[in-house]
């Protein structure tokens, strides 16, 4: 059974960083494509980060420079770095997961995840 777990959000000033994690079991993680999502309310869930079964990454506009998506293939954790925090950051943030061999940029903008994390709550206030 493929299981997402996410951690790390919590309440920031902007100019501030977290470091989200995605926890993941139950499938071979370097093999899988991966990406972090999130939803503000009242919008749509929106692609934030993603990366491919290659290492390749894509990130969204609005975050290309600040927020870094990276993996470590022993501990089978998903992380998102985010630096630089605006209150425009302020979402829930899921990870997702699925086995397919779609590039980054795909993933990022088209492609349906079957599988996805709980989420965690990331609040930018001062």
């Known amino acids: 059974e493929v299981q997402l777990v996410e951690s790390g959000g919590g309440l920031v000033q902007p100019g501030g960083s977290l470091r989200l994690s995605c926890a993941a079991s139950?499938?071979?993680?370097?093999?899988?494509?991966m990406g972090w999502f999130r939803q503000a309310p009242g919008k749509e869930r929106e692609g934030v980060a993603t990366?491919?079964?290659?290492?390749?990454?894509s990130y969204a506009d609005s975050v290309q420079g600040r927020f870094t998506i990276s993996q470590d293939n022993v501990k089978n954790t998903l992380y998102l770095q985010m630096n630089s925090l605006k209150s425009e950051d302020t979402a829930m943030y899921y990870c997702?997961?699925?086995?397919?061999?779609?590039?980054?940029?795909?993933?990022?903008?088209?492609?349906?995840?079957?599988?996805w994390g709980q989420g965690t709550q990331v609040t930018v206030s001062s």
């Open positions: 997702a997961a699925d086995s397919t061999p779609s590039p980054s940029w795909w993933l990022l903008r088209r492609y349906e995840f079957r599988y």
């Open positions: 139950g499938f071979t993680f370097s093999s899988y494509g």
């Open positions: 990366i491919d079964s290659h290492g390749s990454t």
